[in-house]
């Protein structure tokens, strides 16, 4: 859905603001706002004719959609960044998906800024021919929507229109933490109720999800009503520690432990319910100060160098199982696996397919940590040959229990099979019998599984009904 910009002036003329200029340079995001009080205020209006024009300007890359309307029917727009010339990467793979959102708190400008700039970084780099820009849009999709509660924002307050805190409103333990307006219900806000609906509909398959305020100079992770670590705690840690080692000094923690206990966020709800490694991303509270003519860039040069950290990395930011070798004897199966990626995953399944591609058979769980390998040998004793089978993986991206499944063949290329003492070649596929699966991991470390880790109880149908 698209808005025209002739229709926006007419409507809106008087509230748009004179943009402010940050800097002379070629390379300036220049910030749409005005002074108000103690912030540089961006309106819904001047938003929304700009990413209109990032549509017009850039619609090789640019798609924009309303993900639906704020409670004062206000277009909630997302800017979706991609090279739309190819549907996947240039192997064929599927692209990575990443998704961004802002302005949560009305009142919270550098947190709406930061989506703004995450957008208009690629955008520029687009344009200035940038290698690291043009290669993340290659294989890439960025969402973003930059101003969740734009009723809030253009009042000046935290809250939306009817004075609930929007990031307490979401369907993961719903008002069970000491907190103030959280709603009559979950989801009880349009701006809530959307923004899960966009969640479950459009990014489901992403790979990370960020969420922008400001407050504390600190990036949150789950969870925000315990004060335990997450299933995924070895992902977050390396991200943390590859963060704090190379780009900034940034605290990143658990935000029950790094801010205070908090239920029913965004955050925890992209996290328990749909699966996402999600990030807090706080920007200090020391917002725009009028009159100054700062640079966008500098003033948020190194929060932009972590979210470029993030979403160049987001490959990563699951467990990527890849096969070096299944090799088979008349008595046993033995799969050797490594994890490319860096988070965990604690219930892969080997799995036979017939020519049809019905599975046949499939072995015990097995666990492959965070950038190690595991080696699970199986009784393969009395199973008939057949040249039709196919073999493929089957296993969670994380340990959180509402991590999206995926399942991926195995390449022929690294099937073998001993017959006999004198026989080996590529492996002839038979009709499998549930076996007894015998593992031996090397070198793993045992995975912290917190005692709540059920959280993820509502699911994902759950959050679309609301």
């Given at each position: 859905?698209?808005?025209?910009?002739s229709?926006?002036?007419?409507?809106?003329?008087?509230?748009i603001?004179?943009?402010?200029?940050?800097?002379?340079?070629d390379?300036?995001?220049?910030?749409?706002?005005?002074?108000?009080?103690?912030?540089?205020?961006?309106?819904?209006?001047?938003m929304t004719?700009?990413?209109n024009?990032?549509?017009?300007d850039?619609?090789?890359?640019?798609?924009?959609?309303s993900?639906?309307?704020?409670?004062?029917?206000?277009?909630?727009?997302?800017v979706?960044?991609?090279?739309?010339?190819?549907?996947?990467?240039?192997?064929?793979?599927?692209?990575?998906?990443?998704?961004?959102?802002g302005?949560?708190?009305?009142n919270?400008?550098?947190?709406?800024?930061?989506?703004?700039?995450?957008?208009?970084?690629?955008?520029?780099?687009?344009a200035e021919?940038?290698e690291?820009?043009?290669?993340?849009?290659?294989?890439?999709?960025?969402?973003?929507?930059?101003?969740?509660?734009?009723d809030?924002?253009?009042?000046?307050t935290?809250?939306?229109?009817?004075?609930?805190d929007?990031?307490?409103?979401?369907?993961?333990?719903?008002?069970?933490?000491?907190t103030?307006?959280?709603?009559?219900s979950?989801?009880s806000?349009?701006?809530?109720?959307?923004?899960?609906?966009?969640?479950?509909e459009?990014?489901?398959?992403?790979?990370?999800?960020?969420?922008?305020?400001?407050?504390?100079?600190?990036?949150?992770?789950p969870?925000?009503?315990?004060?335990?670590?997450?299933?995924?705690?070895?992902?977050?840690?390396?991200?943390?520690?590859?963060v704090?080692?190379?780009?900034?000094?940034i605290?990143?923690?658990?935000?029950?432990q790094?801010?205070?206990?908090?239920?029913?966020?965004?955050?925890d709800?992209?996290y328990?319910?749909m699966?996402?490694?999600?990030?807090?991303?706080?920007?200090?509270?020391?917002q725009?100060?009028?009159?100054?003519?700062?640079?966008?860039?500098?003033?948020l040069e190194?929060?932009?160098?972590?979210?470029?950290y993030?979403i160049?990395?987001?490959?990563?930011?699951?467990?990527?199982?890849?096969?070096?070798?299944?090799?088979?004897?008349?008595?046993?199966a033995?799969?050797e696996v490594?994890?490319?990626?860096?988070?965990?995953?604690?219930?892969?399944?080997?799995?036979?397919?017939?020519?049809?591609?019905?599975?046949?058979?499939?072995?015990?769980?097995?666990?492959v940590?965070?950038s190690?390998g595991?080696?699970?040998t199986?009784?393969?004793?009395?199973?008939?040959?057949s040249?039709?089978?196919?073999w493929?993986?089957?296993?969670?991206?994380?340990?959180?229990?509402?991590?999206t499944?995926?399942?991926?063949?195995?390449?022929?290329?690294?099937?073998k099979?001993?017959l006999?003492d004198?026989?080996?070649?590529?492996?002839?596929?038979?009709?499998f019998?549930?076996?007894?699966?015998?593992?031996?991991?090397?070198?793993?470390?045992?995975i912290?599984?917190?005692?709540d880790?059920?959280?993820?109880?509502?699911?994902?149908?759950?959050?679309?009904?609301?």
């Amino acid at each position: 859905m698209r808005v025209a910009v002739s229709l926006v002036l007419c409507m809106l003329l008087a509230s748009i603001p004179t943009a402010i200029a940050q800097s002379d340079s070629d390379n300036e995001q220049t910030w749409p706002g005005e002074p108000i009080d103690s912030h540089v205020h961006m309106t819904w209006a001047a938003m929304t004719i700009e990413v209109n024009e990032w549509a017009d300007d850039y619609p090789e890359i640019v798609d924009l959609m309303s993900a639906g309307e704020s409670e004062l029917g206000r277009a909630l727009w997302v800017v979706r960044l991609s090279d739309w010339s190819m549907d996947t990467k240039e192997d064929g793979s599927p692209k990575e998906i990443v998704y961004i959102d802002g302005g949560h708190h009305g009142n919270e400008y550098l947190g709406t800024a930061l989506a703004w700039l995450s957008a208009k970084w690629y955008i520029n780099g687009w344009a200035e021919g940038n290698e690291e820009a043009i290669e993340v849009l290659k294989t890439t999709e960025v969402h973003v929507l930059i101003m969740l509660n734009p009723d809030g924002n253009d009042f000046d307050t935290r809250w939306n229109i009817n004075q609930v805190d929007l990031n307490r409103n979401y369907d993961h333990y719903w008002n069970t933490c000491p907190t103030t307006q959280p709603g009559s219900s979950a989801f009880s806000e349009a701006e809530t109720m959307y923004n899960s609906i966009y969640m479950n509909e459009y990014v489901t398959e992403a790979d990370l999800y960020v969420t922008m305020h400001t407050g504390v100079w600190i990036m949150l992770y789950p969870w925000g009503k315990w004060a335990h670590q997450p299933a995924d705690w070895e992902l977050y840690w390396q991200i943390r520690d590859d963060v704090n080692a190379n780009i900034s000094s940034i605290p990143i923690q658990n935000a029950n432990q790094g801010l205070y206990p908090n239920c029913g966020t965004s955050r925890d709800y992209g996290y328990g319910v749909m699966g996402l490694p999600t990030f807090t991303f706080e920007t200090d509270d020391e917002q725009f100060i009028p009159g100054s003519f700062e640079n966008l860039n500098d003033r948020l040069e190194e929060e932009m160098d972590v979210m470029r950290y993030l979403i160049n990395n987001v490959w990563y930011w699951r467990a990527r199982l890849d096969v070096r070798s299944l090799e088979i004897s008349s008595d046993t199966a033995t799969l050797e696996v490594v994890n490319d990626g860096q988070a965990s995953t604690a219930n892969a399944t080997l799995q036979y397919l017939d020519s049809t591609g019905e599975v046949l058979w499939t072995s015990e769980a097995f666990t492959v940590n965070a950038s190690n390998g595991t080696t699970v040998t199986m009784d393969t004793s009395d199973v008939p040959v057949s040249s039709s089978g196919k073999w493929q993986l089957y296993y969670q991206k994380r340990v959180i229990n509402a991590s999206t499944w995926v399942t991926e063949a195995i390449n022929s290329s690294v099937i073998k099979t001993k017959l006999n003492d004198n026989a080996e070649g590529l492996f002839g596929y038979g009709i499998f019998n549930p076996l007894t699966v015998i593992i031996s991991v090397i070198g793993l470390a045992t995975i912290l599984r917190p005692e709540d880790e059920e959280v993820e109880h509502i699911t994902r149908q759950d959050a679309h009904d609301n």
